[in-house]
């Protein structure tokens, strides 16, 4: 594993080696460009193919087929020229092209003439009542330790929440001998109706009859309770049960561990602070940058790619990510375009990876009380606000994420908004009778990830930036 960048430009710098990253990065050097591929986890995947290389699950059946896709995306990156950089935190990306990255302690600028950002997906967050308890995670993070560790819980278990990914999580956790005593559906009643013009398109996709059999098998061997509203979870100091109503009866049922999930959402926060313009998509209800059809945004040189660019799943991320890296070596050098897959091939490759999502958008797009908390319900964990603490502001002045930092620090902590932003806007917006889109979100600056003062003072310093400081 290289340590740091062997060189201080390249072609293409690609960061996040999930679907979309591993792609890009093996098409760009295919085509004979220098390129680095930049990844803060120990080892290529992203969270879809989590430990690809090193997880002890090596029953293939347990993960599904899904899952190993990505040992060949792995393969290919590795036979290609591609420089692949581990454990290396992305904090800062500007105009200019020019990367800040922190590698084993010490940080180093690199510049690029084309960035292809594959940052992929966050879940998005579930502010019920005893979020913030210990005893209760994402399911995103229930699935990591799953994979990189083969940790499945053994205690009192409930999955609640909804999303293909709570079904897979679920079916995958049972494979391997793990408990779950109960999963509670908060799907809306009212999204089957809305969700219903686009069933055909859904039918036809490869989502159906995957997404039908593991269901079923779930089904199998839990209690599954639909229509579930009014979630909590309580404890002292930590989690000791989840309460919730479901066919107008409140139930409270003992449980050691309670798995969230709701979807994921891009993760914006390094786009956002290139100054690249993102839109509020009221179907997924979440930021998602403006875009071409190759994927590049509104700062020239820099495009997005998979879940990053709008949630798709892993195989459009795939395709995207070729699609980013085609488009870059169209614009570098064009005659070895040809040496790749045709843009129509992948355009088509595309639009067949896509088929059937808008299904699963409509039907799995959460309830707004799962999404705009009330009363003493936490809004950000790194500050403890809540939410009357956010609507307090509101009422005494502040109009947007920004102004309410000031009143609160909201989105100042180390999750920099990650696990907040979306619900502040739209605990906002709600408030003062505003869109998302008019409230806006947290304006994010570099450093995008915590860094440590030894990272930035270990920044290689020319004789011309020590003159600059020091006085003669």
Not at 175 to 191: F, P, S, V, Y
Not at 405 to 434: D, I, N, S
């Amino acid at each position: 594993m290289t340590m740091a960048p062997k060189r201080e430009a390249y072609d293409v710098v690609v960061i996040g080696a999930g679907p979309a990253g591993l792609a890009a990065a093996a098409t760009s050097a295919e085509a004979g460009l220098s390129t680095l591929l930049l990844d803060e986890n120990i080892g290529p995947g992203g969270q879809v193919f989590r430990a690809i290389a090193s997880t002890p699950v090596t029953e293939r059946d347990q993960l599904g087929a899904d899952y190993w896709v990505g040992a060949d995306l792995v393969q290919a990156l590795r036979a290609s020229s591609a420089e692949v950089i581990h454990r290396a935190t992305v904090w800062s990306l500007d105009r200019n092209l020019e990367i800040a990255v922190s590698i084993g302690g010490a940080s180093a600028f690199v510049k690029a003439r084309r960035v292809i950002l594959a940052t992929g997906a966050l879940e998005r967050p579930f502010p019920i009542p005893g979020w913030t308890l210990p005893g209760v995670m994402t399911a995103g993070a229930a699935q990591t330790m799953l994979k990189s560790s083969a940790l499945v819980p053994d205690g009192r278990t409930v999955i609640a929440g909804q999303g293909p990914l709570l079904w897979l999580l679920a079916a995958q956790i049972l494979r391997l001998g793990g408990r779950i005593d109960r999963i509670l559906d908060t799907t809306e009643r009212g999204n089957y109706f809305a969700a219903l013009p686009h069933a055909f398109a859904f039918l036809t996709s490869p989502y159906f009859t995957k997404g039908l059999s593991m269901m079923r098998e779930v089904k199998a061997k839990v209690q599954v309770v639909s229509g579930v509203t009014e979630l909590a979870a309580a404890g002292d100091g930590q989690l000791a049960s989840v309460s919730y109503v479901a066919g107008g009866k409140r139930e409270t049922i003992a449980a050691d561990l309670l798995l969230l999930h709701q979807g994921v959402v891009p993760n914006v926060n390094l786009a956002m602070s290139a100054g690249i313009e993102h839109r509020w998509d009221d179907l997924q209800l979440c930021w998602s940058p403006v875009l071409d059809a190759s994927g590049n945004s509104s700062v020239p040189g820099i495009a997005i790619a998979g879940d990053g660019a709008g949630i798709g799943g892993a195989n459009a991320a795939v395709v995207r990510g070729r699609i980013a890296a085609r488009a870059a070596v169209e614009a570098l050098a064009p005659a070895t375009a040809a040496k790749l897959a045709p843009m129509a091939t992948l355009r088509a490759d595309l639009a067949k990876a896509e088929r059937g999502r808008i299904f699963l958008d409509t039907l799995f797009r959460p309830s707004p009380q799962f999404r705009i908390p009330s009363g003493d319900t936490i809004v950000c964990r790194c500050e403890e606000v809540t939410a009357k603490d956010v609507l307090d502001s509101v009422a005494i002045g502040a109009t947007g994420p920004n102004q309410l930092k000031a009143y609160r620090r909201t989105g100042m902590g180390p999750c920099q908004g990650r696990l907040c932003g979306l619900t502040v806007t739209e605990l906002m917006a709600q408030a003062r009778g505003k869109t998302p889109q008019e409230i806006g979100y947290y304006r994010l600056r570099a450093p995008v990830k915590p860094i440590t003062l030894a990272e930035l003072a270990a920044v290689p310093k020319s004789e011309a930036d020590v003159k600059a400081v020091v006085r003669g």
